[in-house]
């Protein structure tokens, strides 16, 4: 990594403000309940200030639109209030990450159910807006996946797009050799390694089979991907597409990826640590993905309460993974990173494995049992040993298993939601879940500081001077940025906390903060800037790293993508010849996809 001569000044010299270790505003947690989300929250994304988007499956919930049920909301924070969204097509169990230009793209998702279309390829693009006229906009025939995507991870490239990796091409929720896509691809498409926007084959994909949905995607400051699923890592160059087989397997046979999922999170990258990267993975289970075992699982399977942390530089990989223990195990839970550099474990159950309907003792339909009611809260700075507490956070009564979310939101309280474990929307034990919860840490209840100046676009190495009014007698001052990042089935993507170089004028009314030094530590797009003082946040404001370009577009990859069917499509039509005449035919107009050996 390159830094330029002023920012080693800066970091040599110390005049800058970081998360300084213990520096956690004292006090008591609360949780409250409070608002509907009108459609379950599958699927959860901060866009904007003031409101976070909900996707859900397409089924028979409360919220109507358009003369039919919605499976789409945009929920705003501070009136706690939703209003239905129009995707064309079912979302379920897609993903989403954001572009360089602050655009929100879902991808994937399922075939017909109900109403709407299949979105199996489909691309959605949502660019937020504070008026409550922006909507989704989704069109198959001019923008779509290179294949079928259920249950694929995503994350946003140092250039402002978006990777998609893995999944399946059929909703089956091991991911079995048969339907498998062990692929990864580009939106928008790029001409890259041959293949002019096509998808691109995995070999680790096949490796972690099969026990590998939703596999873990973290980017790395060097530009590189750390990817973990089933009980395997590696470091992956999408560039060379080169797998670096360096790392060593996840210890005691845990397995961490669908449909067994831990909760995942790069551990903070800042000025003081050199933005040195380290990854937390915590929960999971042992059991055995082989499909006779998976055939008789049970909703009473034990699951892990392992927590493993790796620093990914030469010498944190020669010492390998550092085990620690939770104060009780769990899947399907999220590791929710706070301003002050603390991670807070919410939701998932103890027992079982995420699904529904495909254990022989289920609880209602749920695949698993005993919820987690009670979150955890990790400090990555404190001595092994002492990390971890319950000690304070408040129980919920809220079960959230399977299809449960939860994200930090500009305020720095954390909203949990959603949780469906049934095939549609039921009220029996572990019922379809609409209510809302806000968990606050001790910071909240403190005088904020705030500030003014923050630019629409916050460009790297680049100085902003903000206007500060920091509360009497505050002493340690410093500033992050953070994606919070796109939440589904336990999974948490794109989520980072970046420090910021900072200084403080002498009469303490203005911070001047740096950008982050490269795309490859905060990738351009979307960030919520936090000032902190003595480890009490700020609101966070919404800018754009970067100087808010559009991604960049290949359009001969673009049009050789929509020139064919996508990947799997012949084999998707054979498996399933009920299907309607009208989703059979919808990429009619193109050639059957060539041959591709896997």
């Known amino acids: 990594m390159k830094l330029s001569p002023a920012f080693r000044f800066i970091l040599t010299s110390g005049i800058f403000g970081a998360l300084t270790a213990g520096q956690f505003a004292p006090g008591e947690w609360s949780l409250v309940q409070d608002g509907l989300s009108g459609v379950s929250a599958l699927e959860l994304a901060i866009v904007s ?279 009780d195990p769990r899947i399907m839970s999220e590791l929710i990173l706070l301003p002050d550099g603390r991670v807070t474990i919410v939701n998932g159950a103890q027992t079982g494995v995420s699904g529904y309907d495909r254990v022989p003792d289920p609880i209602g339909e749920c695949n698993s049992d005993h919820p987690a009611f009670t979150p955890s809260l990790y400090d990555p700075q404190a001595a092994s040993g002492k990390r971890f507490t319950q000690e304070g956070l408040p129980t919920s009564d809220i079960a959230r298993m399977y299809h449960s979310t939860a994200t930090l939101t500009p305020n720095a309280s954390i909203l949990l939601a959603g949780s469906n474990p049934n095939t549609d929307v039921e009220t029996h034990v572990f019922p379809t879940e609409y209510r809302l919860e806000w968990l606050s840490p001790p910071y909240m209840q403190h005088i904020r500081p705030t500030f003014t100046g923050l630019p629409a676009t916050f460009d790297y190495d680049s100085q902003v001077t903000l206007d500060v009014d920091i509360p009497e007698g505050g002493e340690n001052v410093s500033a992050v940025i953070m994606d919070f990042g796109f939440a589904t089935h336990g999974v948490h993507m794109n989520q980072r906390l970046v420090g910021l170089v900072s200084q403080l004028s002498n009469d303490k009314t203005k911070l001047t903060i740096t950008g982050p030094p490269s795309p490859a530590i905060y990738s351009p797009g979307p960030a919520f800037v936090f000032v902190l003082v003595d480890g009490v946040p700020s609101f966070g404001s919404k800018t754009l790293i970067g100087t808010g370009a559009q991604p960049p577009l290949d359009e001969g990859a673009l049009n050789n993508v929509l020139s064919q069917q996508p990947l799997f499509w012949d084999k998707w039509t054979a498996a399933h010849p009920n299907a309607s005449d009208a989703e059979r035919n919808m990429f009619s107009s193109v050639p059957a996809p060539s041959p591709t050996g896997y």
């Open 49 to 327: 200030e003031t409101t976070a988007m909900i996707f859900d499956k397409v089924e028979h919930n409360p919220l109507q639109t358009n003369g039919h049920v919605a499976w789409a909301a945009e929920l705003d924070l501070v009136t706690k209030t939703v209003r239905p969204l129009n995707p064309t097509s079912n979302t379920w169990c897609g993903t989403g990450s954001f572009l360089s230009n602050g655009t929100m793209v879902s991808v994937g998702g399922n075939p017909v159910v109900i109403t709407g279309g299949d979105g199996l390829a489909a691309v959605r693009l949502f660019d937020p807006c504070e008026d409550g006229n922006c909507d989704l906009f989704e069109n198959q025939n001019v923008r779509r996946a290179a294949s079928l995507r259920w249950y694929t991870s995503s994350a946003r490239l140092e250039d402002g797009s978006m990777i998609l990796f893995g999944g399946s091409w059929d909703n089956i929720i091991v991911d079995l050799p048969n339907v498998t896509n062990p692929t990864y691809e580009f939106y928008p498409p790029k001409n890259i390694h041959g293949q002019n926007g096509t998808p691109i084959f995995v070999p680790f994909l096949m490796e972690t089979l099969n026990a590998n949905h939703f596999p873990i995607l973290i980017q790395l400051p060097d530009g590189n991907f750390f990817v973990a699923a089933n009980t395997k890592a590696i470091i992956f160059d999408w560039k060379t597409n080169w797998e670096v087989r360096r790392l060593p397997d996840v210890p005691n046979g845990v397995r961490i990826s669908n449909p067994i999922p831990a909760g995942a999170t790069l551990l903070p990258l800042t000025p003081e640590n050199n933005y040195t990267p380290e990854v937390l993975i915590c929960g999971g289970s042992v059991f055995d993905d082989s499909l006779p075992h998976f055939d008789n699982l049970s909703s009473q399977e034990p699951t892990s309460d392992q927590c493993i942390r790796m620093v990914l530089n030469d010498e944190g990989i020669a010492k390998g993974w550092e085990v620690e223990h939770m104060p």
